[in-house]
Nanobody
């Protein structure tokens, strides 16, 4: 089962952009949907974006649609999340995980283990 290492988080002011990277340190991602989740302080972990195994289908939470873009490179066992026009409410720890993404983000089912995540803080 794949283990993930997330990176790219930082402290940025509102309106800026960040790119997150998720690398599978073991196993292969090519046959699986992969999702980014985030956990804001004191809140549940919520789905943000999900990509199909081929990369053709992409689903986003309403709160990030048109601002975030998920992509993948199966040859590199890597999934990316480009985040633009960041807002303070985007603050949280971001995780990637193999998931079953059926329906809205609240119904996504993460599979396997969570990595350490990467901290994104959007603040002046």
């Amino acid at each position: 089962q794949s283990q993930f290492v997330e990176s790219g988080g930082d402290l940025v002011p509102p309106g800026e952009s960040l790119g997150l990277t998720c690398v599978a340190s073991s196993g292969t991602l090519r046959d699986y949907q992969v999702a980014w989740f985030r956990q804001a302080p004191g809140k549940e972990r919520d789905g943000v974006a999900c990509i199909s195994h081929s990369g053709v289908l992409r689903i986003y939470a309403d709160s990030v649609k048109d601002r975030f873009a998920i992509s993948r490179d199966n040859a590199k066992n890597t999934v990316y999340l480009q985040m633009n026009s960041l807002k303070p409410e985007d603050t949280g720890v971001y995780y990637c995980v193999i998931a079953v993404c059926a329906g809205r983000p609240g119904a996504w089912v993460p599979l396997g283990s969570w990595g350490q995540g990467t901290q994104v803080t959007v603040s002046l």
